[in-house]
């Protein structure tokens, strides 16, 4: 079956320390995609990516960066962790093939103390 | 500027009533639209979706309906049990664009 899995799926960073959250997915996607999830906001998209080698800003990018150096895999780097980027960050993968649906992850929650 | 809206916030029903969750947009563009329902601990999942060439979609006990001149969207979960009892999202699609806005979602109690 097809899947997203996120790693690590916990995390405690220190501010100011560097961050990096990966995923991967067997679904033969093009299409990526990184979100936070906070109360009272719901999911808002920091970075997404059309295929391997490729990243685009989404709603909130300010603080984070991406790289996607393979159809499997696309990662958040976090270059300065700062408290306020506590939250859970969903992975998500996608296709127009596939009617725009798209298949997220389980999470990982990030703490930056 | 929230683009997709979602109410309300928090939604109580008893078990066996039929739960409605409402959803609007702004954007013209969009034509895709997505529910998904997420459980704590566990990232969203697809449910059921409808593109705006149609004004009804159902699957299971659960329904969405569409309007398009008003731009609002409302999804009906029949005859819910306590196991529906989830956050859930809106979210929208459209002009070419491969990208999602999810509303803020609707925390759902079945009370039994």
């Known amino acids: 079956e097809a899947a997203v899995t996120q790693s690590p799926r916990n995390k405690v960073a220190v501010t100011g320390g560097k961050v990096t959250l990966s995923c991967n997915q067997t679904?033969?996607?093009?299409?990526m995609y990184w979100y936070r999830q906070d109360t009272g906001h719901g999911l808002r998209l920091i970075h997404y990516?059309?295929?391997?080698?490729?990243?685009e800003k989404g709603d909130i990018p300010d603080g984070y960066k991406a790289s996607r150096p393979s159809q499997e895999n696309f990662s958040l780097i976090l270059e300065l962790a700062t408290p306020s980027q506590t939250s859970v960050y969903f992975c998500?993968?996608?296709?127009?093939?596939?009617?725009?649906?798209?298949?997220f992850g389980p999470g990982t929650r990030l703490t930056v103390l | 500027q929230q683009q997709v809206r979602q109410s309300p916030q928090s939604l109580t029903v008893w078990e066996g009533e039929t739960a409605i969750l409402n959803c609007s947009y702004e954007?013209?563009?969009?034509?895709?639209f997505p529910w998904y329902q997420q459980f704590p601990g566990e990232g969203p999942a697809l449910l059921i979706a409808?593109?705006?060439?149609?004004d009804k979609k159902e699957d299971g006990g659960f329904t969405i309906f569409f309007n398009k001149r008003e731009k609002n969207l409302s999804l009906h979960i029949k005859d819910s049990q306590p196991g529906d009892s989830a956050t859930y999202f809106c979210?929208?699609?459209?002009?070419?664009?491969?990208?999602?806005?999810f509303g803020k979602g609707t925390q759902l109690i079945i009370q039994p």
């Open positions: 998500a993968s996608g296709d127009r093939d596939w009617g725009y649906e798209q298949y």
């Open positions: 679904n033969n996607h093009n299409n």
């Open positions: 990516s059309y295929g391997a080698g490729s990243t």
């Open positions: 954007n013209s563009a969009f034509d895709y």
């Open positions: 409808i593109r705006s060439v149609s």
């Open positions: 979210a929208a699609s459209g002009g070419g664009a491969d990208r999602l806005t």
